[in-house]
């Protein structure tokens, strides 16, 4: 069983999915050329195929990992493997959002194995720290740090910026007090992965200050 929340207006949409557990299992956001999926576990590929949305796979263009915990690395290699059965033909970035070299060398070593035998696909692997940032359709995605007492207790979360729309993604990592960016700058929407009750996951503005 798996529950969802959904924003959208006429030109975004935010999807979190949520396993029975309460666990947020992947987010999704979409906007004019560009569909982004971040953190997946290996059973938001089941929740799509529920809801009949085969397409949505094929037509994600960008993954994004903040973490290299193990089940988002699962996530990702079960979503390559999904895409190259489905016969995926457009290229795939992956943007990770990691620190450490080892996690990285062993996530790129995993797609790499997945994607050599029978992938008609490009892969395009990356990171996102500092100023970089990736382009997907209308949007800009980029890495930035959360208010805290010093730069070593600040934490990375995602921003994506289309010309309408500010969104903030804040993983497992984030609790209530802590979704506040260093700058103090307020997004449009803000996305929360932790624990918290139904219908919380996503946040418009005007509810930001209540959420803190």
């Not at 996530?75 to 999904?82: A, K, V």
């Not at 070299?101 to 500092?130: E, Y």
């Not at 970089?132 to 070593?152: C, F, P, Q, W, Y």
Request: net charge positive; proline share 3%.
């Amino acid at each position: 069983m798996f529950s969802k929340q959904v924003w959208h207006d006429r030109k975004h949409q935010v999807e979190v999915f949520r396993n029975q557990e309460g666990e947020v299992i992947g987010t999704i956001v979409s906007f004019r050329k560009g569909i982004c999926l971040i953190n997946p576990r290996p059973d938001i590929l089941i929740a799509l195929y529920q809801e009949a949305k085969i397409r949505r796979i094929s037509s994600v263009n960008t993954i994004v990992l903040t973490e290299s915990r193990p089940e988002f690395v699962r996530g990702l290699c079960t979503f390559l493997g999904y895409s190259r059965e489905l016969k995926r033909r457009k290229v795939l970035g992956v943007r990770m959002v990691v620190e450490n070299p080892r996690a990285t060398s062993f996530i790129n070593s995993c797609c790499m194995q997945i994607m050599k035998s029978g992938s008609r696909f490009d892969l395009d692997l990356g990171h996102l720290t500092g100023d970089s940032e990736h382009r997907l359709g209308d949007g800009v995605i980029r890495v930035r740090r959360s208010a805290a007492d010093s730069e070593k207790t600040a934490m990375p979360f995602v921003e994506i910026r289309t010309g309408e729309r500010t969104i903030h993604y804040f993983d497992e990592r984030f609790r209530d007090c802590d979704v506040a960016s260093a700058d103090g700058s307020e997004p449009d929407v803000a996305i929360r992965a932790a624990q918290i009750p139904l219908y919380r996951q996503v946040i418009e503005r005007d509810f930001i200050r209540v959420a803190r």
